[in-house]
T-cell receptor
């Protein structure tokens, strides 16, 4: 079974600063996908970024980037030049690359951007 | 709209009553998932539909929970004899491909269920 751990229940940062959210996972699989989802107060889960485990290059999407360390089973999210609209719950999620494609989620990190 | 829709947005019910939650996936998406998000928790997988294959019900917490997907599109999650511990946000997601291939899951806004 796969597990995902987010050890930071809450974080806050000043607007325009950089913040890193941590995520570790445990799996015996070699092929899998990792995701960061954002959930604002509206409850809508929004995909922030995804990473395929077979790719060594870290994924980036504008101000969002990941530090994927496969050997350490670590998948952190860096948000640069943070904005007020980044305030939300952030969930790290894991999906194996075969069979049932259900997502396994961490418990989330509540991020608050301070004006 | 083009996204996943869910209804109702909020539902308050009395303990022991049955409830039905509806999910309308993105048009053309063959796979549909139900997740449950309890207060302060991450999302917990409930059930997965892919095309005409038998659904994966491995995440359903009890036999009071059931789901169906009619015509490969709309899905209904039914909770019978609701209990207070069923109170949660129920999220639906859909994606374009099924078993063996991976794609991003797109989520609906969820239904917040409160059992009194």
């Amino acid at each position: 079974a796969q597990t995902v751990t987010q050890s930071q229940p809450e974080m806050s940062v000043q607007e325009a600063e950089t913040v890193t959210l941590s995520c570790t996972y445990d799996t015996s699989e070699s092929n899998y996908y990792l995701f960061w989802y954002k959930q604002p107060p509206s409850r809508q889960m929004i995909l922030v970024i995804r990473q395929e485990a077979y790719k060594q290059q870290n994924a980036t999407e504008n101000r969002f980037s990941v530090n994927f360390q496969k050997a350490a089973k670590s998948f952190s999210l860096k948000i640069s030049d943070s904005q007020l609209g980044d305030t939300a719950m952030y969930f790290c999620a894991f999906m194996i690359n075969f069979g049932n494609e259900k997502l396994t989620f961490g418990t989330g990190t509540r991020l608050t951007i301070i004006p | 709209g083009a996204g996943v829709s869910q209804s109702p947005s909020n539902k308050v019910t009395e303990k022991g009553k049955d409830v039905e939650l509806r999910c309308d996936p993105i048009s053309g998406h063959t796979a549909l998932y139900w997740y449950r998000q309890s207060l302060g928790q991450g999302l917990e997988f409930l059930i997965y539909f892919q095309g005409n294959s038998a659904p994966d019900k491995s995440g359903l917490p009890s036999d009071r929970f059931s789901a169906e997907r009619t015509g490969g599109s709309v899905s209904t999650l039914t909770i019978q004899r609701t209990q207070q511990e069923d109170s949660a946000v129920y999220l639906c997601a859909s994606t374009t491909v099924g078993r063996g291939l991976q794609e991003t899951q797109y989520f609906g806004p969820g239904t917040r269920l409160l059992v009194l």
